[in-house]
């Protein structure tokens, strides 16, 4: 009887803690929502990518002088961020900035907050159309996969063989790249994809599928895609030690995002280029149209997808291309508030702002 009930207080007490950890999780340092907060920005789980967006959304919160809970979930998947988000739901926030974890199950969150009168914009992912959201601000993912592809093969001259090292499978951007990069090839008839590689979140476990691919086919390798961040950081580290080796042919490459070591392969000839997304504009961008249609702001369109934009980062401009996302960035903000191509003022903001900043002397 006593054994029993030290397992009964045991199981009660590892379940505590289990309810502990998640919702502290959950809340990512941003502290426990008070319900005060009019937007809830949202993130999947802790990632590279989510925390560029992250730093997006507080910038904003920053510049526009409005709370912002920041919020990220455990596991890159929808019921996670159902669960998460419908609890935040129930207390005062009005708008949601969320990623959409699948593209069609997000719609049924979305319309949920809807019912209750909450505005979702989506970023990072579109979700299928129709959608309750009344934005998506994002890259706009098979098409960036597809420049890729065809940056890769005019490096290759045309022809060749082509790895193509893909991230999270589970992931609706993952599936997009893929077939973005398949359209691409199938119109080069001497090029072709050798080897698809995939599920590596870790840049440890991208390391070793990368290098096992290259220990058996090396030789038959003329250029590698990577389209997520992990596998890029671990193909930009591989090649840089492969092309210090004098016996090994030079193979081309391409990848997406800009960490550190991918930058320093670019500038320093080991790599070719990579793509840049603009991650800090989705979560700005995102909580900025928020953050306007709560002060009485108005969608001219029941839907709209905001291009974030790309930047192909080659050694011509990799000590530029950050000026150049931010000025996409910049141009999308100038839009959203100066002209009617995705929302309408309200009518006193529309008056003020035809008067002119400065009056005029006398």
Not at 135 to 148: C, L, N
Not at 286 to 315: E, R
Request: aromatic fraction near 6%; hydrophobic fraction near 40%.
């Amino acid at each position: 009887m006593k054994s029993s009930l030290r397992i009964v207080g045991l199981l009660a007490v590892s379940a505590a803690v289990v309810a502990w950890v998640l919702g502290v999780g959950c809340q990512n340092n941003a502290g426990s929502s008070s319900g005060d907060e009019p937007i809830v920005w949202y993130g999947m789980m802790p990632h590279p990518y989510i925390s560029e967006v992250q730093q997006g959304a507080e910038a904003c919160e920053k510049d526009n002088n409005i709370k912002i809970l920041k919020v990220v979930g455990q596991e890159w998947t929808q019921d996670n961020e159902n669960s998460n988000i419908r609890a935040l739901s129930t207390k005062n926030h009005k708008a949601f900035s969320i990623y959409p974890g699948d593209p069609s199950a997000a719609n049924g969150l979305f319309n949920q907050l809807k019912d209750h009168g909450q505005i979702v914009v989506a970023y990072g992912a579109e979700p299928d159309l129709p959608t309750p959201a009344v934005f998506t601000v994002a890259t706009p993912i098979k098409e960036a996969a597809m420049v890729a592809a065809e940056e890769l093969i005019k490096m290759m001259g045309d022809k060749g063989n082509i790895l193509n090292v893909l991230e999270t499978v589970t992931d609706i951007n993952t599936k997009k790249r893929d077939e973005g990069i398949n359209e691409v090839v199938a119109k080069h008839p001497n090029v072709k994809i050798i080897q698809t590689i995939s599920d590596m979140t870790q840049e440890s476990v991208a390391k070793e599928r990368i290098q096992s691919a290259l220990a058996a086919r090396g030789a038959e390798i003329d250029g590698i895609i990577t389209t997520g961040y992990s596998p890029t950081i671990a193909a930009a580290a591989i090649l840089t030690e492969w092309h210090n080796d004098a016996s090994h042919k030079r193979i081309r490459y391409i990848g997406i995002d800009t960490g550190k070591t991918v930058i320093t392969a670019i500038r320093n000839g080991a790599i070719d280029a990579t793509v840049a997304q603009n991650p800090f504009g989705h979560g700005y961008i995102s909580t900025t149209i928020l953050k306007m249609m709560l002060d009485g702001w108005k969608p001219v369109k029941d839907y709209q997808f905001i291009n974030a934009g790309i930047v192909v980062v080659t050694k011509a401009n990799v000590d530029t291309y950050a000026t150049e996302v931010r000025k996409i960035t910049d141009g999308i903000l100038a839009d959203l508030k100066n002209t009617k191509k995705y929302l309408a003022a309200p009518a006193a903001a529309a008056v003020v702002a035809r008067q002119p900043t400065t009056q005029p002397a006398n």
